[in-house]
């Protein structure tokens, strides 16, 4: 019968297994559905799921929460200090020392989020060099294509700064829907604002500060910066055809323009000019009385704009059914 070894000798062999075993990364208790989980030896002393930092030096140093699949590269999350989402920060040197919380679907691509100073949101930087050295915070859905926000100072809002270079070292602030395309705000001296700046370099090195909803390219001016937007309604759905249904359009500003449109709403029925366009009354209303055939129909129209707005884009629609009498 074979002898083991008792007294001090079996004591120091048992802590010798034990410390070679957590040097190699040893496998944590799993059973059943519950994922296992292995220590990094150079990191603070949390649990880490075993498909995040796999590659040499991924997470060491990292003190917040890795999440799955995550982090996973050749340096990968070294030194960061915020918590990682899952399924973010995979590449090379991505978030290494990143001293931020990083969202989910984030920071996917070599260097991504290299020493970032604030919290990036999710789906965001996820190209090589994105978000490096970025000194504020970043949205989400924002910065995405090659060195995209690279370095830029301020913070960075949601669905901004997405295509190549766009917003590299900028010198503040962006606004949310800013700087989409690309180079569209390489090298900008100051804070651009929301929903400005959109298009092919279209805002490159400028030195003045931009605001709300200026210099976007034709074919790039978001929706918000149309100036209106009209919303349609009918008095009865369904009416029926021996009776007449009152259509009207309200037209509403858009931000970030201010006050009441006047003028006057073109109105169609199923694509043909219904006369002559309608005024707008004082409180941004145009009204039309409608006798319809019995069917469906749709009730289009268009803000025509006067000296301070311009028109509505997209065209409001109406749908309206009409029953036989």
Not at 66 to 95: E, M
């Amino acid at each position: 019968m074979p002898r083991f070894p008792r007294g001090p000798l079996a004591l120091s062999l048992a802590l010798g297994l034990l410390l070679v075993a957590l040097g190699g990364g040893a496998t944590l208790g799993a059973t059943g559905n519950t994922e296992s989980f292995r220590l990094v030896p150079t990191a603070a002393p949390h649990a880490i799921p075993g498909s995040s930092c796999h590659g040499p030096h991924a997470c060491d140093g990292a003190t917040g929460t890795i999440g799955k699949n995550a982090c996973n590269g050749f340096y990968a999350c070294q030194g960061a200090t915020g918590n990682i989402a899952h399924n973010s920060c995979n590449g090379a040197v991505a978030c290494g020392s990143a001293a931020g919380n990083v969202g989910r679907n984030a920071c996917n691509n070599d260097n991504a989020c290299e020493n970032a100073a604030g919290n990036v949101g999710s789906n965001a930087c996820n190209d090589a060099n994105a978000c490096r050295l970025v000194g504020g915070n970043v949205g989400s859905n924002a910065c995405d294509g090659y060195a995209a926000c690279n370095a830029t100072a301020g913070n960075v809002g949601n669905h901004a700064c997405n295509g190549l270079q766009a917003c590299y070292i900028v010198g503040g602030d962006i606004g949310d829907n800013a700087c989409n395309r690309y180079e569209a705000c390489f090298v900008a001296a100051r804070n651009v604002g929301k929903y400005a700046c959109n298009g092919y370099r279209a805002c490159i090195s400028a030195s003045a500060a931009i605001p709300d909803c200026a210099d976007n390219l034709p074919g790039h001016v978001p929706a918000p910066c149309y100036g209106t937007r009209s919303v349609m309604g009918s008095s009865e759905f369904p009416n029926v055809s021996n009776l007449p249904v009152d259509v009207w359009a309200t037209v509403i500003a858009r931000y970030p323009v201010v006050g009441k449109p006047r003028g006057t709403f073109q109105f169609r029925l199923d694509g043909q000019p219904l006369g002559s366009p309608v005024a707008i009354d004082s409180h941004g209303r145009a009204n039309i009385r409608l006798n319809l055939r019995p069917g469906i129909h749709w009730v289009t129209g268009r803000y025509q704009g006067d000296a301070t707005f311009s028109s509505s884009v997209p065209v409001a629609r109406l749908y309206q059914y009409v029953l036989a009498q």
